[in-house]
């Protein structure tokens, strides 16, 4: 690795250090609903119309709001609302006003097919603030792993790029259909206008185990790699890589930040079932607490030692890796419920060589 690296490297982990023992609360994903109008191959929750949990309702949700707010700055907190698909909720305004009207940031992600033009203007007359539109590959791409959803999706991106004021991406998950499009979809995106992009790849939960077709090679996996870096490079739409784990010599590169998992350090959830979380990735069960039983603030506070202090997830291939004081045992989404490693993007490129 450069030295600029190292320096980069070095400085993330003494960060680490400083949220492990302050955990300044920044994101928190209100996981709103389990249901979908998609049915989607590589779906990590296995969503569906009719959830077998149902919604949770808004008036259960608030008084996390305010504990929250009684806890910390409101305005330094960005509450994602996700589901399933969030907007498949009739209240789905009304649960942005009242996270709005408490000074919090409000999100989403959605697949796009309800953000019409009216859901639209009505979500920004609630105050929202950021968006992510997924969008997998061109029609064919896209229309296999998501239903027939690209001229929903489409819809929704082009009407996006015509609203000012508004941060929001495009997402999108490489798998074996769509990996060797990305340029022509690259493309596609900068015509429509699209700024900002994002790629996630998929790791084997929910209906994702089913289709083996949803994973990339190693080779692949460091193609995909050394494209992002080459379109960052172009500067024509900012690509980036998710914060799906330690990258090794393209950290820096693949992504404007260093790798880190923020899951308990400054990012929490609250799952559709009340339980309390890290981010919305995790499957595995690591939940701390449950608002129906315990105060938010009091779980965010005096629990999360497991995210916090990592130390213990040295085993097994962490314990001998020589990335370990920068990776710290990966993100928690990787892990299985007794801590073990399902996935290492690190040990993928390592492979690939």
């Known amino acids: 690795m450069k030295t600029s690296q190292l320096i980069q490297l070095e400085n993330t982990r003494r960060e680490r250090r400083w949220l492990e023992k302050n955990h300044p609360l920044r994101q928190l994903f209100w996981e709103c609903t389990l249901r979908c109008n998609l049915a989607c191959r590589h779906c990590g929750s296995d969503c569906r119309k009719e959830a077998l949990t149902p919604d949770m309702p808004l008036d259960h949700f608030l008084p996390v709001l305010d504990d929250v707010a009684a806890m910390t700055q409101p305005s330094k907190v960005l509450i994602n609302t996700v589901g399933g698909e969030p907007l498949v909720r009739e209240d789905i305004v009304e649960c942005g006003k009242a996270i709005t009207s408490r000074g919090f940031l409000w999100g989403f992600v959605t697949n796009g097919v309800l953000l019409t033009q009216d859901m639209l203007d009505a979500v920004l007359d609630a105050g929202l603030d950021t968006v992510a539109v997924s969008l997998d590959g061109l029609e064919p791409e896209h229309n296999w792993l998501r239903g027939n959803s690209f001229t929903g999706a489409m819809n929704a991106i082009n009407r996006l790029v015509n609203t000012p004021d508004l941060l929001w991406d495009v997402i999108t998950c490489v798998n074996q259909r769509n990996f060797s499009t990305l340029p022509q979809l690259k493309q596609y995106l900068i015509d429509a206008g699209v700024k900002k992009w994002r790629l996630f790849t998929i790791f084997p939960q929910g209906r994702a185990k ?19 870096v080459a379109t960052r490079q172009e500067d024509e739409i900012n690509l980036s890589y998710s914060c799906e784990g330690f990258l090794g010599e393209y950290e820096g590169k693949a992504r404007k930040h260093i790798y880190r998992c923020d899951s308990g350090l400054m990012t929490a959830s609250v799952l559709a079932n009340g339980d ?64 073990e490693m399902l996935h290492c993007n690190y040990l993928t490129l390592c492979e690939a060589k």
Do not use: T
């Not at 089913?210 to 992002?228: A, G, H, T, V």
């Not at 919305?280 to 039983?293: K, L, V």
């Not at 779980?299 to 990335?323: A, L, S, T």
């Open 210 to 228: 089913l289709n083996p077709e949803l994973f990339l090679s190693p080779e692949q996996y460091k193609s995909m790699m050394d494209f992002i």
């Open 276 to 339: 309390i979380s890290g981010c919305m990735s995790i499957r595995s069960h690591y939940a701390q607490g449950n608002i129906y039983h315990d105060k938010f603030s009091d779980v965010w506070n005096n629990r999360f030692e497991q995210m916090r202090n990592r130390r213990w997830m040295k085993r097994d291939q962490c314990k001998r890796c020589k990335m370990w004081d920068w990776c710290a045992g990966g993100p928690f989404h990787l892990r299985g419920d007794n801590g």
